[in-house]
């Protein structure tokens, strides 16, 4: 079974991945080679788009935070 986000939790990430690029030092590059996607996918993710959720534990793995903050609920 897959799971996404409901919309409002989508909308609010969808600002929080680019804060994270430059409190992280990383950049679209890096989550790109690190997770194995196209730049379209990352593009979509930075959006809320599809994201599911093992693409926000991967996310949040991949920038060492937890996934309340790549869900931006600080």
Do not use: C, H
């Not at 930075?46 to 937890?66: D, H, N, Q």
């Amino acid at each position: 079974m897959r799971y996404v986000l409901a919309m409002s939790d989508q909308t609010k990430s969808a600002s929080g991945i680019p804060a994270l690029y430059e409190s992280s030092g990383k950049d679209r590059r890096d989550l790109m080679r690190q997770l194995d996607v196209s730049e379209n996918t990352v593009r979509r993710w930075e959006r809320g788009e599809g994201l599911t959720i093992p693409v926000v534990l991967s996310l949040a793995t991949f920038f060492e935070v937890s996934t309340d903050e790549i869900l931006g609920r600080k």
